[in-house]
């Protein structure tokens, strides 16, 4: 268990509907980092956020939006939905940006199938 | 563009042999992660290397660092079916803060 937590786990949904998937960092860390993984494809980076502040922004979509709150929670938002958004979204998180070597601890991931 | 590049890409081989993962790069890193993922979890991190020519090891795996920090190695022995997996690696570009990751290398060991 990494400590950080991925809500749902699950997620089906139609085409061009909006879906919202939720992370919990590691207590302590600050940054929190979005990422695509289609099948069988490596992480694709979209959006990294520390503290509440957008980071760094990486293959994000103009249909997908991120952000982090105040408790350091972070939600990312996707919109007008389409057959090839299906995919695994994992969060992970580390303590800051440039400590500890960037080591990321990766949630149990959110499966969305669009269809 | 890959800025990591993971060799192979897939690998299935019999349990109790040897093989080797290679993670190449024209940049130099100033630290490089090895991840693990298994089906429908996320990756979770093994070693981080940050010495040019430093060598970890974890049971049966070995992680090299090439000693101009651009390239890596993970070299599993007496390969066991519960190693199945993707093999991720990672690095933290010198001078950024970015993490990048290989495309991965899956591995299946049959039994």
């Known amino acids: 268990d990494s400590g950080v937590t991925q809500t749902p786990k699950h997620l089906i949904t139609a085409t061009g509907q909006r879906v919202t998937l939720r992370c919990s960092p590691r207590?302590?860390?600050?940054?929190v980092y979005w990422y695509q993984q289609s099948l069988d494809q490596g992480l694709q980076f979209l959006i990294q956020?520390?503290?509440?502040?957008?980071?760094a922004k990486g293959n994000i979509l103009e249909r997908f939006s991120a952000q982090q709150f105040p408790d350091l929670h972070s939600e990312l938002n996707l919109s007008s939905l389409e057959l090839g958004d299906s995919a695994l979204y994992f969060c992970a998180s580390s303590v800051m940006p440039g400590k500890g070597y960037n080591e990321q601890f990766f949630g149990p991931g959110t499966r969305l199938t669009v269809l | 563009t890959q800025l990591l590049e993971q060799s192979p890409q897939f690998l299935s081989i019999q349990e109790g042999e040897n093989l080797t993962v290679y993670c190449n790069s024209s940049s130099v890193f100033s630290s490089l992660q090895w991840y693990r993922q298994e089906p429908g979890e996320g990756p979770v991190l093994l070693v981080t290397v940050v010495t040019g020519g430093e060598v970890k090891k974890l049971k049966r795996l070995t992680f090299q660092f090439g000693d101009a920090r651009k390239d890596s190695s993970l070299h599993i022995t007496a390969a066991q079916p519960g190693d199945t997996g993707l093999y991720l690696c990672?690095?933290?570009?010198?001078?950024?803060?970015?993490?990048?990751f290989g495309q991965g290398t899956r591995l299946t060991i049959n039994p």
């Open positions: 956020y520390y503290n509440g502040e957008e980071r």
């Open positions: 207590s302590g860390d600050l940054s």
């Open positions: 990672a690095g933290v570009i010198q001078g950024a803060q970015k993490l990048v």
